[in-house]
């Protein structure tokens, strides 16, 4: 994820733009029904993801434990502090001379001087530790220990200061031998919903105890095993996504090739993850690893679109095409058969001791991320070798390729290509009409990253403003654009865990929430048919104001006239029609609709309004809901009927026709 060099003209024409007032005679917008210009892409609509702004560990991902392997700072235990109560002296540090395996390495030494009342470990957790009434959580974590006597340990999810226990249990049979143990949590359901809580383990005894692999799991989507928050999967299921791109951006690649998404480092058991840096500032678990994506896809019933490591990495390091860069192709294969094969294929049957049997289906890979920015031109090689290998293994496998074909010099034709925009609010309405001007008979479009820059940490309802009006164009187009996915997806918003803004959802260890751009993307994909109506319009301007030489030579922004932008569907099977209308002026705009084509036009509707007072207003954690869709039932509509949209508005009239 990069910001893209504007490929825009001031001079450009917009899709609709018009002044209120007196100055025009009536602005209108007819549809011809007997017509379609395109079939709308079935998979137009979904979702990117990377890790980044903490949006798996802290985010998604279920773990309530920070630094649970005790890898995070290789100097200090960060997140975890000693617990003395009642005269009880110890002290933490941490410890590689007692490793369990090759990846649990490090762990965490504690040392009980004087028992007291009790002495242990601290966890924060992600900005705390989530406790919900009437909540049962599964802890489990390594553990060895000496000099002790036998006295079992406690676990507890507990107030910050102590002095509240929200859940506990107890864990018997510590001995010198290291050994899993498992505890499960549950609260009372008087309970309050805090974040303001710390996951702890003591013991009155004495002795030294070491730990490691610390996990501590609330209730999961669909119950899965080292599964996602609900929350946030339910407010992800509502946009009914139809796929994800993952591993991500740059987090595919990573700032170095020991740090790129090696994905047979995310498979397996937890105690078999190493975990790795991201490129955003933080140590990522891995727990959500190759396979969580893949059940995350099943669970939403999302197609999966897998991008593949190739060989550049961010700090500019890459691998020429050649015999160096096969180990990473041949990887790439086994991951595809990781996901596709069946269970006598080596990677299949992995798959399947990793308890998904069944293969899963694969249409689309990706090879790489944003390699335009390989300045040393390598990109054309590179896809070529991996383009080849994968299409002679599996030909009916879409293949993606992150630069446009005049920089593929003498490469295959990619099937689609990965486009990027991160603008203004002013440029996504500037080019709206951007794909109206691309060729039907090349590659198709991947919208794989794009967002309009406003808004923090989510994006405001100028934001979602230009989002809305860039999409009317890509849905326009979705002969051309067959995909499209916003990033960032997510961002916890305390402070010290955002790296990028605006994001599209919220979150905090307790709440979720979307932002207005958030719900534009809900109604798109909500309301929309199998095929696009051409709409002609009629006394509605189609030239964005120009500046003069000296203010341009200034670096003033084109000023903005109140525009309009809009999109038809129908939906062929049932005959209803979905008018999206975009109203980014500060003036409400009355619009008269023609329908012609139609043998008969029902006079009930409905309206489906999200609006704001002005541009800035927005959701946040406090206010999750300030801005929402309202939908209403009307009257009186026929196949020519006039409708006012709201000032700063976003509109999708539901028309029936037969």
Known sequence: MRISKSIYSISFLLLSVFFSGDLFAQASLSLDLSKSTASVSPE?????????????????????????????????????????????????ALDDDNPINKVLTVCLRLNIETPGKRVGVANDGYWGIAVKPQTTYHCSFYAKASGNDDTPLSVSIESNDGQTTYATAQVRGINGQWKNYTATLTTSKDVKTTSEARFVISTTGKGTYLFNLVSLFPPTYNNRPNGNRTDIMQILADMKPSFLRFPGGNYLEGDKFSTRFDWKKTIGPLDQRPGHESPWGYRSTDGTGLLEYLEWCEDLKMQPLLAVFAGYVLKEDYIEAGPFLQPFVNDALDEIEYVTGDVNTKWGAERARDGHPKPFKLNYVEIGNEDEYDGSGSYSGRFTQFYNAIKAKYPDIKIISTVGEDDLHEAP??????????????????????????????????????????????????AALGDAAWMTGMERNSDVVIMASYAPLFVNVNPGA?????????????????????????????????????????????????????????????????????????????????????????????????????????????????????????????????????????????????????????????????
């Open 498 to 658: 955002m790296q990028w803004t605006p994001d599209l959802i919220g979150y905090n260890a307790i709440s979720v929430y979307g932002s207005p751009s958030y719900y534009a993307q809900k109604m798109f994909n909500t309301y929309i048919g199998n095929e696009v109506i051409p709409i002609a319009a009629k006394n509605i301007p189609t030239q964005i104001q120009k500046l003069n030489k000296k203010d341009s030579a200034a670096g003033a922004q084109p000023k903005t006239i109140p525009a309009m932008f809009y999109v038809a569907t129908r939906n062929t099977q049932t005959g209803t029609v979905f008018l999206n209308m975009v109203n980014t002026s500060g003036e409400a705009q009355k619009v008269k609709i023609n329908l012609t084509g139609a043998r008969k036009v029902s006079s009930k509707g409905m309206v489906v309004t999200l609006k704001a007072d002005k541009p800035e207003d927005t959701n946040s954690i406090t206010d999750p809901e300030n801005i929402i869709p309202v939908s209403s039932e009307t009257k009186g509509w026929g196949k020519s009927f006039s409708e006012s949209f709201p000032a700063y508005s976003i509109t999708v009239l539901q028309i029936e026709t037969k």
């Open 413 to 462: 034709t990619p099937d689609i290509i990965d486009e990027h925009y991160y603008r203004s609010a002013f440029e996504m309405e500037e080019d709206a009409a951007h794909y109206d001007r691309y060729s039907r008979t090349g590659p198709k479009i991947f919208v794989g990253e794009w967002a309009t820059m406003r808004g923090r940490p989510t994006n405001d309802f100028g």
């Open 44 to 92: 137009l609509y979904g979702l990117m993801t990377e890790e980044i702004n903490h949006a798996f560990d802290g985010g998604l991902y279920a773990e309530q434990i920070q630094n649970r392997i005790f890898k995070d700072n290789s100097k200090s235990s960060d997140h975890w502090s000693v617990v003395q109560d009642g005269n009880g002296k110890g002290a933490i």
